[in-house]
């Protein structure tokens, strides 16, 4: 079983800037993609960022230039560093990862979530 906890959340006014952590633990051979998703009330999940095993990164429209993902692989973490947050940033964040057990099966699991509030 792997597990990932994620922390870091919280009320921050807008254009404020929070950094959210998410670990990964269990049997864990290799974490290949890490993410962050998210979901506000009443609106679908969507992509905030990934990240590869390699540092490749991609980001949603609505983010770009003001998030940053990265990665510790050595601890099997990733971050967000959410800068210039906005109203429209509230939502419940979602950690992501896919990778191969020591059985070598593959995985894929999410965390718990974490609750981004922003306003003033």
């Known amino acids: 079983q792997v597990q990932l906890v994620e922390s870091g959340g919280g009320l921050v006014q807008p254009g404020g800037s929070l950094r959210l952590s998410c670990a990964a633990s269990?049997?864990?051979?290799?974490?290949?993609?890490m993410g962050w998703y998210r979901q506000a009330p009443g609106k679908q999940r969507e992509l905030v960022a990934t990240i590869s095993s390699g540092g490749s990164t991609s980001y949603g429209d609505s983010v770009k230039g003001r998030f940053t993902i990265s990665r510790e692989n050595a601890k099997n973490t990733v971050y967000l560093q959410m800068n210039g947050l906005k109203p429209e940033d509230t939502a419940v964040y979602y950690c992501?990862?896919?990778?191969?057990?020591?059985?070598?099966?593959?995985?894929?699991?999410w965390g718990q979530g974490t609750q981004v509030t922003v306003s003033s």
């Open positions: 269990g049997i864990i051979f290799t974490i290949d993609a």
């Open positions: 992501n990862a896919e990778g191969y057990s020591k059985y070598y099966t593959k995985f894929g699991t």
